[in-house]
């Protein structure tokens, strides 16, 4: 089985041209090969009449089909050569599918380090809607997955990290560590002390629960200053509304990583909520780290 480095997904759409080039910047970074992974409607496989209303589908229309499909990758590995300069340009290939693009990516994503895919698909309407291949991934790669939104070149902003002390959130962790070091940036390390809204009881106490909090957001960090010597990381713990945090933080850092775990949902930062919001909203890239369980 090879090793496919960074994958990314693309469908031929200018959209989908903004992961392409953010996953081919963050292959070369990382100095790991990059795959473009294409899938088209399985024509070849069905070839019925359900699929075409004259019968079985025609040769030519099937070998129209594929060469329109390979013309679309090879668009997509120029935007990848362009995206890095030559002598940093990682090896590039290309896979082809021929089957729903959400079991290809999540196949390529057995090998990967990292699956990179835009946020929004062909049909998306709203900025803040995951397309069905990205929510699709999201819940079932193998590997940490990068939903990539606005072809943002990065600066000298931090890489974030939601951090909620749980075993999750410590692969969100290893990832932020290692993006921060490989960028030359800072480390903002966010720890919120509840998913939920907090009563206003518990926010007279905040005094109190801010050492809590402290505590375990200084658990979670335990060790990685030592790894990672040249991140110079700032702590932030707040009471409540994780995903607001986050986001706002968001608007003056480079990329956010938080966490999940297996195909079941996320931990702490829970599927539907925190995640999903930030996923959603947050107008840099997000990766979203993957703890497998089982």
Not at 73 to 97: K, N, Q, T
């Amino acid at each position: 089985m090879s090793h496919h480095g960074v994958v990314v997904g693309t469908d031929g759409s200018a959209s989908s041209h903004v992961p392409v080039r953010w996953a081919a910047r963050e292959a070369a970074m990382h100095r790991l090969p990059l795959t473009v992974v294409h899938a088209v409607a399985p024509f070849r496989v069905a070839a019925s009449t359900a699929l075409w209303p004259f019968g079985r589908v025609p040769a030519e229309v099937l070998e129209s089909q594929e060469n329109d499909a390979r013309n679309t990758i090879a668009h997509a590995v120029r935007v990848a050569e362009d995206s890095v300069d030559g002598a940093d340009r990682p090896d590039i290939d290309s896979e082809l599918y021929f089957g729903p693009p959400v079991a290809a990516l999540v196949e390529s994503s057995k090998t990967a380090k990292m699956v990179a895919v835009g946020r929004q698909g062909r049909s998306a309407r709203s900025g803040r809607m995951l397309g069905s291949v990205t929510t699709g991934v999201v819940h079932h790669a193998l590997c940490p997955v990068a939903v990539i939104n606005d072809d943002v070149a990065p600066g000298r902003q931090p890489v974030l990290v939601g951090i909620d002390g749980s075993e999750a959130s410590a692969s969100a962790t290893a990832i932020a560590f290692d993006e921060a070091s490989r960028r030359g940036v800072d480390l903002v390390a966010l720890h919120v002390w509840s998913d939920a809204d907090v009563p206003e009881p518990y926010r007279m106490q905040w005094s109190s629960l801010q050492a809590t909090a402290e505590k375990t957001l200084a658990e979670s960090l335990a060790g990685w200053g030592e790894r990672y010597p040249d991140v110079n990381v700032h702590r932030v713990v707040e009471l409540d509304q994780p995903s607001r945090h986050l986001l706002d933080r968001s608007e003056s850092a480079q990329l956010v990583v938080v966490g999940s775990r297996g195909r079941g949902g996320f931990v702490g930062m829970l599927l539907g909520s925190v995640s999903t919001t930030v996923v959603q909203a947050a107008r840099i890239p997000v990766i979203v780290a993957r703890q497998q369980s089982g």
